[in-house]
C-alpha cells in the first residue's frame, strides 16, 4: 500500500490560516487523496478528498502538487474546535490506511 | 439518520471472557469495517465487509470474528479476550469507496 507521511504535530494561532502537509511520493494513478480528522475522544470524521485538481469544502480546501507526490489541507482560519488529529490518507479501495497523522494544536 | 451507533460505550473484561461489541447503521451503506485504536497510534483494521453475507480480514484479524447478516448489522466478536486488545474500537460505513462515516467507539478494556 502506498504510505504517506505527515508532521507529527503543528501549533497555529487561532484564526490564522493553517497549512497541513504530507507526502505521498508512492501515489499510483487510481489513488485519492482523503483527508480525515479526529477530534479527542470521538471517532475520525471526513473532512475532504481529491485526485488531481484543487478542491474546497465548507470545512478546508485542499491544494494537490501538480506531480500528485504531496498535497496541503488548508484551514482558512483556524478555530479552537480544530484543534484534532488530521490524517492524510491514500484510498483506492475500501480500506482506509491510517498513519499517525499530525496533532494539530490552535492555542487562542 | 442516527448514522453510525455503536454499543456499549465502555466495557471492561475479564481474560477469557468473550463479548459482542454491536454496530448498526442506517443510510444503507454496503461497506461496513471495524477498526481498533491503541493509545497514540492510528486507526488499524480487523475486518471489513462489501455486503450482507461477505466479509473479509484487515490487517489484524486474530483473536475476532465477524457476520454480517443484514446490510444494517455488522458486530464484532471477541472470542476469548486477551489484555492485549483493550483499545477503542470504531466501526464505519460508507458507500463503497466513497466518504466513510465513523461510529463514536467502545472504549474496551481487558483485565
Known amino acids: 500500500d502506498a504510505k504517506t507521511t505527515q508532521p507529527n504535530s503543528m501549533e497555529s494561532n487561532e484564526e490564522e490560516p493553517v497549512h497541513l502537509p504530507c507526502n505521498h511520493s508512492?501515489?499510483?494513478?487510481?489513488?485519492?487523496i482523503h483527508w480525515y480528522r479526529q477530534l479527542p475522544s470521538q471517532g475520525p470524521e471526513y473532512v475532504i478528498h481529491?485526485?488531481?485538481s484543487n478542491v474546497n469544502n465548507r470545512m478546508a480546501s485542499l491544494a494537490i502538487a501538480e506531480d500528485r507526490k504531496s498535497s496541503t489541507l488548508i484551514l482558512h482560519r483556524a478555530t479552537l474546535r480544530d484543534a484534532a488529529v488530521y490524517y492524510c490518507?491514500?484510498?483506492?479501495?475500501?480500506?482506509?490506511?491510517f498513519g499517525k497523522g499530525t496533532s494539530l494544536l490552535v492555542t487562542p | 439518520n442516527a448514522g453510525v451507533t455503536q454499543t456499549p460505550k465502555f466495557q471492561v473484561l475479564k481474560t477469557g471472557q468473550s463479548m459482542t461489541l454491536q454496530c448498526a447503521q442506517d443510510?444503507?451503506?454496503?461497506?461496513m469495517s471495524w477498526y481498533r485504536q491503541d493509545p497514540g497510534m492510528g486507526l488499524r483494521l480487523i475486518h471489513y465487509?462489501?455486503?450482507?453475507?461477505?466479509?473479509d480480514q484487515g490487517e489484524v484479524p486474530n483473536g475476532y470474528n465477524v457476520s454480517r447478516s443484514t446490510t444494517e448489522d455488522f458486530p464484532l466478536r471477541l472470542l476469548s479476550a486477551a489484555p492485549s486488545q483493550t483499545s477503542v474500537y470504531f466501526c464505519?460505513?460508507?458507500?463503497?469507496?466513497?466518504?466513510?462515516?465513523f461510529g463514536p467507539g467502545t472504549r474496551l478494556t481487558v483485565l
Open positions: 464505519a460505513s460508507s458507500r463503497g469507496t466513497d466518504t466513510q462515516y
Open positions: 508512492t501515489i499510483s494513478g487510481t489513488d485519492y
Open positions: 481529491g485526485l488531481t
Open positions: 465487509s462489501v455486503g450482507a453475507g461477505i466479509t
Open positions: 443510510m444503507n451503506h454496503e461497506y
Open positions: 490518507i491514500l484510498n483506492s479501495g475500501y480500506a482506509l490506511n
